[in-house]
């Protein structure tokens, strides 16, 4: 068994010194920093040391044990002190400087059932939502191109002067003739009408309608129908081709 204990060893070590880091404590007793710390913690619990900066530093009851217990003989430093702390402990008195408890951190628990299915209904409606915007933009660009065949037909109407007795810009010949009936050649020979294959159309929708080419793949569903209908016809009739899947262009027939 050692002369002198570790206890003692370190209270005279800060008694020769100002101050000592735990690493400097560990150093001259031979121990790891581990047990240097644990150590003068028990040293500072009990009052005999105290931090200082980064290290610790002797206080005067320290200095006062190391007299009493100079001489050989004496019980060990380290059992007086454990004495000391335990009936301290027993009295419910407090020396030196505790350290506070911490209360661990409460479990965050899940969010509620109620919660979790609202959260799955509001996902639900966002998504019809989104399928009603759809089909609402479907249906304005339906209807802008009904506008634009109307305002196609009134201005051809005003430059014509009457009417042609035609509901939509584009019929087929057996649906004109039947509501035009002898005005149809009238209208096809002045060239207020023109025949694309098995369809009649207005000539005047007819022009502005060639002038939209070049059209996009994409933007097809964008067309009135009447405009679908002749862009179908056109095509069976070679007049418009698809150009490498992307878009259609008229056929130059020189």
């Known amino acids: 068994m050692q002369a002198r204990s570790y206890t003692l060893k370190a209270l005279e070590l800060l008694n020769s010194a100002p101050s000592l880091s735990v690493r400097d404590v560990a150093e001259?007793?031979?121990?790891?920093?581990?047990?240097?710390?644990e150590i003068l913690e028990r040293l500072r619990y009990g009052g005999y040391v105290e931090k200082a900066g980064h290290g610790y530093a002797i206080t005067e009851k320290g200095r006062a044990l190391l007299a009493d217990h100079a001489e050989q003989g004496s019980?060990?430093?380290?059992?007086?002190?454990?004495?000391?702390?335990?009936?301290?402990?027993?009295?419910?008195?407090?020396?030196?400087?505790?350290?506070?408890r911490q209360t661990p951190p409460?479990?965050?628990?899940?969010?509620?059932?109620?919660?979790?299915?609202r959260v799955?209904?509001?996902?639900?409606?966002?998504?019809?939502?989104?399928s009603r915007l759809r089909d609402i933009e479907s249906r304005l660009a339906s209807l802008e191109g009904f506008v634009r065949d109307a305002a196609r037909r009134s201005g051809a109407e005003a430059r014509g002067g009457e009417g042609l007795g035609m509901e939509t810009p584009v019929m087929s010949i057996a649906e004109a003739q039947s509501r035009l009936g002898t005005l149809l050649e009238k209208y096809l020979v002045e060239g207020r009408l023109i025949r694309v294959g098995s369809l009649v159309v207005d000539s005047a929708f007819y022009g502005e309608f060639k002038k939209r080419f070049p059209i996009k793949a994409g933007d097809v569903g964008?067309?009135?129908?009447?405009?679908?209908?002749?862009?179908?016809?056109?095509?069976?009739?070679?007049?418009?081709?698809l150009y490498a899947g992307r878009e259609y262009r008229l056929v130059d027939t020189g």
Do not use: C, H, W, Y
């Open 28 to 37: 001259a007793l031979g121990v790891d920093v581990a047990r240097a710390k």
């Open 75 to 100: 019980p060990t430093l380290t059992s007086f002190i454990q004495g000391k702390q335990g009936s301290t402990e027993a009295g419910g008195g407090k020396t030196g400087t505790d350290t506070p």
């Open 106 to 117: 409460q479990p965050v628990g899940e969010a509620p059932d109620a919660l979790a299915k």
């Open 120 to 130: 799955e209904e509001l996902s639900n409606r966002l998504r019809e939502l989104e």
């Open 222 to 241: 964008r067309l009135s129908p009447a405009e679908r209908m002749l862009l179908e016809e056109m095509r069976r009739e070679m007049m418009v081709i």
